[in-house]
């Protein structure tokens, strides 16, 4: 007894001087942490695969046996593919990292760069063949025997006559010599047996699904040898090669029917100096001689000034019958004798336009494109223009073989979007038989689905949040959660706009059907309304558990176009609202019971992946200790650990994540989240950082790698280094956000700072883009943070309503008005508000030293909102900087930037709630001269 107490005491002395010994994250430690993605089951379910990759570095790919056993590992691979017999794996290998780095160094041109390389592995005999440097490859749909890819192979090139030289005489002789040039070669591969067939000089190359037919097209670049210029089609089992069009030019949008015994594609053979391109549609039925024409500009049904758009997606319907592909106006020529130096540059914005100017430039190379569906009815010959350039989008059945198709249509209310964040919708169903239209809904809120058998259209008023069925046919219609004490718009919803369905979860097997989630619930309602039923029981109601169905369609997560089996078990995922909790349910829609739970824990399971026949599942699962590793399971009682990604994490201090609640002083429950170093010592007091957004407790059981983020805060290199960092909940008041704000966050900090171990004297605040804003207010209405960071910030609501989201063109107004900044109306209507949610105009009141960062190529926030910030606070001699990471986003894209950021943040917040040092750009800046010389990181 006495040695277990010994014991006992010898482990609480030891255990905390252990992790007390742990190592902190530093700056290096980033590109340790590594990912899983490429996660992939192979139909029978008998083996695994995917790729691990570092943050920056080499990654590999592994393939393992439904035991866990490693059969192999490919060091650099990426993008794995296994055949549809499981005799092969293929995939690509990217160039070591380091040779990468290397020609970016030299400044090499791209075709100089190291070149991906490809790999076929047996898996029954582990024999591997490397293909050397390629430039593509492609697989059939149903990839079995062969694989096709391009590379650049030299060729050697007789030269003219050259002179030599004798001891004694020079004279004229003619010698063949040769020079080398690279041409593009298509190779065409058995994988059993090695043997390859190569045709050269090729461009585009396609396979047919079922892997019987190669399709590629010849460009040669001579004008001679132009009569090799066409498509081809080659017959793997015949190995026969025939041309089916002939002529140079482009050659595009190669698709195969189901039944692989034809093809259609896309041609232009106009000269290639042509302004203009005159694409036609082709029809090739195997067997015949060539491909013909069967639609131009000229065919009847095409409308006047339109043509076959090269742009256009072409696809067979499953009974290969008939033939959708796309018409677009014909696009004016741009007068070539015009000179441009002295023609004038300007964009002239009308008031009446669709849309901003700004939104049409920046969508001008895709209206360029745009085509307009149309339909080729091949046994009758018929050719049907579906719509026209007033609709926005359309949407078909997965067999497109029934008569009637989805579209809608938002022109004449396109401008009101500018501050509406929505537009009006016209619902048509549109015949693919005849072209006729018939109108569904006009002036509508809302969203709307083409049942699978295309007899209903699924409708959803966003206005009033009901569901509504359409039959086509009678044109009757019926509300189907009619009676039903249940919101099936977003209940938490707290912009002044309407709320949005929580969506659909799937059809119905035999079509009749179909369901939908809830909040926390999911029903079945039939389509002409007789049937209502929760298929949980709303047992996820009663006990605030969201389900949703675990539908995996070919490997990946489904809702829309799965369907349920009413008499078959269904799986469901689910999450606790109350402990956050993550886990699996099972329920049969045909019964009245409630879900049964096969697994509930503190874990987030994500990924989802299956076999053909659901035997096996794999999934990473992952909390804020675990990083997500992946799993496999048969039942989701026993599960097998299939990977271990990031073991170095246990030579770090990390952490731990707990959930806080407190109520606010409006007595409004509050919860955030609270992370503690793993060395936490209660006797301590701790500097406290509040991260916030919106919401984030829902992400208690995530897990977060330590890596350099786009601006937000690097949370676990914080709490490895000894910070206690926070992430409180905010529910918002329509008008008030800033107020919003102070009422979750300055409570939350002031509840924590109640205990001993918090350093109410050293609490900091840190937000990103509506966080920077939230972070903007705050420091203008108290001065309880010691130090504050924000990114890109909008500090002025009444400059930032009238401006410009510049990655999209769109106009600010509809967020102010309907969305995040939820202030419910215009500037002219209640310009008060907008005043006072603009920490601008109250900057005088700031005495928290704060860091801005706000860059210039930023597409989402005006980057002005930043320079606002700073110059009013440079103005008022308040302590601030402003980071302007040149060319770079809202949130930073560059790997070296964000690396950047990271360290000034640590710093920053070092300084003034550590008291360590300052460095010198928080001491005296970093001048322009010295720009790209010194970084300004030194602390001495």
Known sequence: MKKTVSLFILCSITLPSLIAQKKPIDHSSYDLWKNISSVDVSKSGNYIFYTVSPQEGDGYIELKDKKNKLLQRFERGTSPKITNREDFLITLIKPPFKDTREAKIKKKKSDDFPKDSLVIFNINSQDQMSLGAIKSYKLAYYPTNFIAYTQDLSISLPTDSTKTKTDSTTSKSTKKSAIAKKENVLVLQQLQTKDTVQFWKTDSYFFSNDEKYLVFSKKTETKDSSNADGLYIYDLAKKMLKKISNGRGVYKSITFNDQSNSLSFLADKSPEKALQKDFRLYLYHIGQDTARVIADKNTKGVPPEWHVSGDGQLSFDESSKRLFFGLAPIPPVKDTTLVDFENAKVDIWHWKDDYLMTQQLVNLKRDLSKSYDAVYNLQTNQLIALTDDTFDRTAYTDAATQEWILATSSTGNRIAYQWQAFQLQQVYVISTQTGERKSIKSAWQGQAFLSPDANYVLLFDETEGNWYSHHIASGTEQCLNKGLNVRFADEENDMPTAASAYGIAAWAEDNLGVYINDRYDVWYFSLDGKKQKSITNQFGRANSIVFRPLLIKDGTPRNRTAKIKENTALLLTSFNEKSKENGIFTVLPSKKQNPTEILQDKFTFKNFKTDEKNNIYIYTKENYNSSPDLYSTSDFKVEQRLTDINPQQQEYNWGTAELVKWTTPNGYPAEGILYKPENFDPNKKYPIIAYFYETLSQGLYSYQAPAPTPSRLNIPYFVSNEYLVFAPDIRYQTGHPGKSAEEYINSGMRHLAKNSWVDSTKMAIQGQSWGGYQVAHLITRTNMYAAAWTGAPVVNMTSAYGGIRWGTGMSRQFQYERTQSRLGATLWEDRDLYIENSPLFFMDKVNTPVAIMHNDNDGAVPWYQGIEMFTALRRLGK????????????????????????????????????????????????PATKKGINWGFDTE
Do not use: T
């Open 879 to 926: 302590p601030s900087w402003l980071l302007n990471y040149n060319g770079d986003d809202h949130n930073l894209i560059q790997r070296q930037n964000r690396k950047d950021i990271q360290i000034r943040q640590s710093q920053f917040f070092d300084h003034f709630l550590k008291g360590k040092p300052a460095a010198e750009w928080i001491k005296s800046g970093v």
